[in-house]
């Protein structure tokens, strides 16, 4: 599997954004689908993002809780994946993680936010928002 990178996680107060980017660590020309996850101490890792990365129009999928606040985006490389984070609440706290695939398959799982259709996976990037 292609192994992904994470950058642009930090510690902010409540109110405050980051940017966070994802970029393939080796050559490959595109995925199929790609997706933003996190996970706080003790609980689930839950979806955030997902988007279908193999068309630049593809459909993007947000989770409620983040829903008018953060935004996906895909860079100038269709594999490099960005994710705008905005008005960040305490609740935001989490480690961030980067997914993808390059099976047209990983579409089905996208607007469930489900991890299960992602195989390439980042180790994550730190995001501690502050009160």
């Known amino acids: 599997q292609v192994q992904l990178v994470e950058s642009g996680g930090g510690s902010v107060q409540a109110g405050g954004s980051l940017r966070l980017s994802c970029a393939p660590s080796g050559l490959i020309d595109s995925f199929y689908c790609m997706g933003w996850f996190r996970q706080a101490p003790g609980k689930e890792r839950e979806g955030v993002a997902t988007?279908?990365?193999?068309?630049?129009?593809?459909?993007?999928y947000y989770s409620d809780s983040v829903k008018g606040r953060f935004s996906v985006s895909q860079g100038s490389e269709k594999t490099t994946l960005y994710l705008q984070m905005n008005s960040l609440k305490p609740e935001d706290t989490s480690m961030y993680y980067c997914?993808?695939?390059?099976?047209?398959?990983?579409?089905?799982?996208?607007?469930?936010?489900?991890?299960?259709?992602?195989?390439?996976w980042g180790r994550g990037t730190q995001v501690t928002v502050s009160s």
């Open positions: 988007i279908y990365t193999y068309t630049r129009t593809g459909v993007i």
């Open positions: 997914a993808a695939d390059s099976r047209p398959i990983c579409a089905k799982y996208l607007r469930d936010l489900g991890s299960e259709g992602f195989a390439s």
